[in-house]
């Protein structure tokens, strides 16, 4: 299979409507139905059902889509990495979202960086969900992830810190005089609904709290009284005075892991995953 009947295909897949795909990649319609019929031909299935009412997809058609987009974005994620590796060879990136663990993250760069040979790590701020992403399409070559939240499907990954979680609450708040608190006593406060952040997918949980998008939000709304929300412990780091840590006695443990695609064979790649290693913890509290 050639990378060009991929891509013709996965566009097909999207549109379910010839035409449209035709336009979309800038070609006639009979070449491209013409590519997808030596497509079926060559693996010897049916990808596409075509009739009077449309075009649907096929049971293999769907695994065909899945792998076309795994394979599209590993291709396109090998020539943008090549293009870093040309113009920055002793670099590294490092993706990691906006106001994560930065304690962490600056004992793993200045243990790197007192590493022999140790390349440079340019660190890539991203919003809530994105370095799964950047890892896959080439923009990043490591990232700092968080486990149960981010999408760590098909990446290698080293733990690094689990912690407990707390609930952010406005210092003048009743529930900031707590020493600690439950999820189902922070469930339904009216006046003060717990923050929703995004899910893998990009979309939100219904609820009556704000759709958070970064941190800065996130605090401002916290301090203005409008919100909670339940983050690492290590979340005390950036908190303003106008904002109080309750410790939750039953909130799942969150890990942060180093992660990087499962195929990189990068010497620098795997020189800080050494270092991360030897910076593992203990659960904190």
Same mark, same amino acid.
């Given at each position: ?8 295909? @996965? ?10 795909? =035709? ?71 490092? =993706? ?26 340019? @660190? ?51 529930? =900031? ?68 840590? @309750? ?39």
């Amino acid at each position: 299979m050639e990378t060009r009947e991929l891509r013709y295909f @996965v566009t097909v897949a999207e549109e379910l409507h010839f035409s449209r795909a =035709a336009e979309r990649l800038g070609i006639a319609q009979p070449p491209l139905s013409r590519a997808i019929q030596q497509l079926e031909r060559r693996l010897g299935v049916t990808l596409l059902d075509r009739n009077r009412r449309g075009v649907t997809l096929t049971g293999a058609g769907q695994v065909l889509l899945d792998e076309a987009r795994t394979i599209l974005d590993a291709t396109a994620a090998a020539a943008r990495r090549t293009r870093r590796a040309a113009s920055a060879p002793n670099h590294l990136t490092l =993706a990691t979202k906006a106001g994560a663990n930065h304690e962490l993250l600056r004992k793993l760069l200045d243990a790197h960086a007192a590493e022999p040979g140790a390349v440079e790590v340019d @660190v890539l701020l991203c919003r809530m969900g994105e370095q799964a992403r950047m890892l896959r399409d080439g923009r990043a070559d490591v990232a700092l992830m968080q486990r149960p939240f981010d999408d760590l499907a098909s990446l290698d990954t080293e733990d690094l810190l689990t912690e407990h979680q707390v609930a952010i609450v406005p210092a003048g708040h009743p529930l =900031a005089a707590r020493t600690s608190l439950s999820m189902a006593e922070i469930s339904d406060v009216p006046e003060l609904p717990v923050a929703r952040w995004p899910r893998q997918d990009g979309t939100y949980e219904p609820g009556p709290g704000p759709e958070i998008h970064d941190q800065s939000q996130l605090a401002q709304l916290i301090a203005l009284g409008r919100t909670m929300a339940v983050l690492c412990a290590s979340s005390r780091s950036w908190l303003w005075n106008a904002h109080t840590a @309750v410790p939750l006695t039953d909130a799942p443990h969150v890990t942060t892991v180093l992660a990087w695609p499962p195929h990189s064979r990068s010497r620098a790649v795997a020189g800080l995953v050494r270092t991360a290693t030897q910076l593992r913890q203990e659960p904190t509290t």
